[in-house]
T-cell receptor, first 113, second 116 residues
Framework: GENVEQHPSTLSVQEGDSAVIKCTYS??????FPWYKQELGKGPQLIID?????GEKKDQRIAVTLNKTAKHFSLHITETQPEDSAVYFC????????????FGPGTRLSVLP | KAGVTQTPRYLIKTRGQQVTLSCSPI?????VSWYQQTPGQGLQFLFE???????NKGNFPGRFSGRQFSNSRSEMNVSTLELGDSALYLC???????????????FGPGTRLTVL
């Protein structure tokens, strides 16, 4: 079955710096890769996603890149702010006929002022 | 549009009891998935419902069950609770792209279940 690895598990950056989180997946049939941000006491919130027919997607300070050949995708956050501090999860779809995902273990990002 | 809502937000139960959690998806969304989140195991898929039918199931024992109603609202039930069932239970809904395919999931705030 699908396995998603995520690195690093914790990441501390200075405010204004960039942060990069990387994920790898095992099933080449996966075709949809969302990223979620989870703050304390809240459910995961979608921040960006990418489908397998696209190599890169940007939304203001956030970008995601996908390398289908190497089966990895990355989240890039530029000009980090303290409110970016949260746990970030990557996920990969595993069923073509339903909404079924495998999630990475998460990265705790701390943005230091 | 209102987001995914889950009730109750917090629950305390004792071992051996059963519990029912409720999820109301975003209006118009037809797919509802349930996840269990724990510090040790992370986010794990429980099951997914679409048009009142369980379409996919994760690797959880039969004590975990669910159902979906005609208005797409969903409930999950855990019987004979164990200490290890303490977790945040998350519900997510998807619109379901016409013709199939994977669609974006939107999560609710979760129900925090504590089993004593």
């Amino acid at each position: 079955g699908e396995n998603v690895e995520q690195h690093p598990s914790t990441l501390s950056v200075q405010e204004g710096d960039s942060a990069v989180i990387k994920c790898t997946y095992s099933d080449s049939a996966s075709n949809y890769f969302p990223w979620y941000k989870q703050e304390l006491g809240k459910g995961p919130q979608l921040i960006i996603d990418i489908r397998s027919n696209v190599g890169e997607k940007k939304d203001q300070r956030i970008a995601v890149t996908l390398n289908k050949t190497a089966k990895h995708f990355s989240l890039h956050i530029t000009e980090t702010q303290p409110e970016d501090s949260a746990v970030y999860f990557c996920a990969a779809s595993i069923t073509p006929d339903g909404q079924n995902f495998v999630f990475g273990p998460g990265t705790r990002l701390s943005v230091l002022p | 549009k209102a987001g995914v809502t889950q009730t109750p937000r917090y629950l305390i139960k004792t071992r051996g009891q059963q519990v029912t959690l409720s999820c109301s998806p975003i209006s118009g969304h037809r797919s509802v998935s349930w996840y269990q989140q724990t510090p040790g195991q992370g986010l794990q898929f429980l099951f997914e419902y679409f048009s009142e039918t369980q379409r996919n199931k994760g690797n959880f024992p039969g004590r975990f069950s669910g159902r979906q109603f005609s208005n797409s609202r969903s409930e999950m039930n855990v019987s004979t609770l164990e200490l290890g069932d303490s977790a945040l239970y998350l519900c997510a809904s998807s619109l379901e792209v016409a013709g199939g395919g994977t669609d974006t999931q939107y999560f609710g705030p979760g129900t925090r279940l504590t089993v004593l």
